[in-house]
């Protein structure tokens, strides 16, 4: 994980970036109205939060999904790993955007790997 230290400017609704990177983390909804709503879109530190975690969390529920899909097809221990699978990835999920949005509240912009540079691309435009 790369992280750039970023000053918190305040966006026109009297929050800083830094409590809206943050937020982004929360669930996707406030994140995909970050990227919808002005003025929080114009912010490249908001945007960059808003996409990582947009992405970070379709990959989660994708690989879930698919974990998922697999337990009719398993026996009964085949079944069990893929719950305890299941787990395992919702506790990663959960701690990895925790992290993360410790670090947007602190004005760190840091980036998960692949998805980071990815992120900043979407942001920047």
Known sequence: MSENIVAPEVVPSGISENSLGALSYLTMLPAILFL???PYNRSA???FHAWQSIIIGAIAFLLNYGLTSLLPMTGLFGQKLLVLSTALVGVAYT???ILFAVR???GKRSRFPLIGAWAERQATR
């Open 36 to 38: 919808a709503i002005a």
């Open 45 to 47: 530190y908001v945007r």
């Open 95 to 97: 701690l990895t955007m």
């Open 104 to 106: 947007a509240l602190n």
